[in-house]
């Protein structure tokens, strides 16, 4: 059976709705629904109901439920054990949000690499909800995010605290410009702006931002262990008056593994964030 088939089952019944599972799927409605449809040919029975109200589960897509997130996890995990056919070495699958590679994400498998050699890890940088999602599927062991999914079998931990910090360039403080830090940055800044902010450039990656604002003027909200070198040497300055936010930074992580080598990699996660690691440019 494709796994997608599950995958997309598992996102119908979580979401309870063809439409949010499309968009945290990022594929079209009618491909969950073709998707869904043929799950149900290969089975032979009927999963959802569908109503006004979004898409419940029929009595046999209750009994399917337990097997879909098994066949997702056994799927996960066969191909991690293909991928190191000599059996010496633990996979684990960790991820980052987009804006939180660097430096944190990246100074994780740094670590890992230096002081767990017997560790290997695929690592994948997405959006948070995809994260949570293959995170609660068990596709992924850790995510690092701003906002965890709360759930009986997940831990959630508070690893940092980040903060926003309105900036520009010295004399060129013209174009605005939005980066989009995590899901809820652009709403909170845009509630205490004292006018409407003109976009000129919108960014979803930290480093492209950056640059770009040094190499043509702009002003913008950046993280402070990103703009704090250019703040030193002066390339950078606050902007007077603008307030500053902060975003605490939570890794999510499996509680049904008992995996001492989880364990061991959370524990050197801990160490990456009390140390502040410098952001990489």
């Known amino acids: 059976m494709d796994i997608n088939l599950a995958k997309t089952f598992i996102e119908v019944m979580n979401s309870r709705s063809f439409i949010r599972a499309s968009d945290k799927l990022h594929v079209t409605q009618t491909t969950v629904t073709t998707r869904i449809q043929n799950l149900e040919e290969q089975l032979q029975v009927r999963l959802f109901v569908r109503n006004k109200s979004g898409a419940s589960l029929t009595p046999e897509g209750e009994r399917f439920a337990p097997y879909a997130n098994a066949l997702v996890q056994t799927w996960a995990r066969a191909r991690d054990e293909l991928r190191n056919p000599q059996g010496d070495q633990v996979c684990l699958r960790i991820g980052g949000e ?14 890992i690499r230096q002081h767990e050699p017997m560790i290997t890890f695929d690592a994948r940088v997405d959006n948070a909800a995809i994260l949570t999602t293959d995170l609660e599927h068990g596709v992924l062991d850790a995510v690092i995010v701003h906002r965890p999914l709360y759930h009986p079998s997940l831990g959630v931990e508070q690893i940092l605290e980040e903060k926003l910090i309105h900036v520009q360039v010295p004399g060129k403080g013209e174009p605005d410009i939005s980066i989009q830090w995590g899901d809820d940055s ?29 190499g043509s003027g702009g002003n913008g909200w950046f993280r402070t262990r990103v703009v704090d070198q250019y703040l030193r040497s002066g390339r950078l300055v606050r ?11 939570f890794v999510n992580h499996r509680l049904d593994m008992h995996s001492s080598e989880l364990d061991a990699i959370l524990a050197g996660l801990r160490q990456v964030a009390a140390a502040d690691p410098a952001w990489v440019v």
Not at 98 to 111: A, C, H, M, Q, V
Not at 186 to 213: E, Q, Y
């Open 98 to 111: 987009t804006s939180l590679w660097n430096p944190l994400l990246l100074s994780w498998l740094l670590w």
């Open 186 to 214: 652009a709403a909170d800044i845009s509630t205490v702006l004292p006018r409407p902010k003109k976009n000129a450039f919108g960014f979803n990656l930290g480093l492209l931002a950056l640059h770009t604002m040094l």
């Open 239 to 249: 902007v007077a008056g603008s307030p500053e936010f902060t975003y605490p930074l």
